[in-house]
């Protein structure tokens, strides 16, 4: 399994001055694997996936992708980046582009791509996340839902070998969460390699290949959802679960 390994941490740590936000941290996240990241607010969640693109430099240990260890700047970190795409809570989109526009623009500036092979793979993404006839329209002329799907095209258009997603639905209104889902759903079956900070559970149960609970910086526990949710092992994830399954 270790061979087949995309993404691992060693030994991670990471402080905000005093806080231990990260507190060695060991993850291995195989290739074609929908690991989902669950626990409780401030857990240190979000600064683990963004950790994974060098978002967030880390203080000590090892982060390999691919093979290779994360480089720290230039040009081969933003070469790593292109190959880890990234969905954040807010959508990120430029605001003066168009929906094709902004999903072409990673393979025209960073990839060199030419247009009309960039617009052709633009159009098939949109289309695959269900906005094809939205692509002449500007970001603020779509719901939360659908500009959360652009995000998702945008980050397939630069043909990420894994993606991170940070709560990506916590910014939406909760109708527009599904349609969300169902896309981050059918790239987790398509066999996309995926590491997912969310709330959601449903998500987590149906999704996912691996459930990771964190607490206070640490890798509390990990498991398949079927046996996590049905038996988690430790008092916090016992405690997170009983707060969260109830409502």
């Not at 098939?124 to 719901?143: H, N, T």
């Not at 290949?209 to 640490?218: E, I, K, L, Y």
């Amino acid at each position: 399994m270790a061979d087949e390994a995309l993404i691992v941490l060693e030994n991670v740590n990471k402080w905000f001055g005093p806080l231990h936000v990260l507190q060695d941290v060991d993850l291995s996240v195989a290739r074609g694997e929908v690991v989902v990241v669950i626990g409780p607010s401030g857990s240190g969640k979000s600064t683990l996936c963004r950790a994974i693109n060098r978002l967030e430099p880390i203080d000590s240990g090892t982060i390999t992708f691919d093979g290779r260890q994360l480089p720290a700047e230039g040009r081969a970190l933003a070469r790593l980046r292109s190959e880890v795409g990234m969905v954040f809570q807010s959508f990120n989109l430029f605001a003066h582009k168009t929906i094709l526009q902004n999903v072409m623009l990673g393979p025209v500036k960073v990839r060199k791509e030419k247009p009309a092979v960039a617009r052709e793979r633009a159009m098939s993404l949109l289309e695959r996340v269900g906005i094809a006839s939205q692509a002449e329209k500007f970001p603020a002329q779509l719901s939360g839902g659908q500009q959360q799907r652009v995000a998702i095209a945008r980050a397939l258009a630069m043909q990420p070998k894994a993606l991170l997603f940070d709560e990506p639905t916590s910014a939406l209104d909760p109708e527009m969460v599904g349609e969300v889902l169902d896309v981050m759903t059918s790239l987790a079956r398509e066999g996309m390699t995926m590491v997912v900070v969310t709330h959601e559970m449903g998500f987590a149960r149906h999704a996912a290949n691996r459930v990771v609970f964190m607490a206070d910086g640490q890798l509390v526990e990990q498991a398949t959802p079927a046996e996590f949710f049905a038996n988690p092992k430790s008092e916090r994830a016992r405690d997170f679960l009983s707060k969260i399954l109830t409502h």
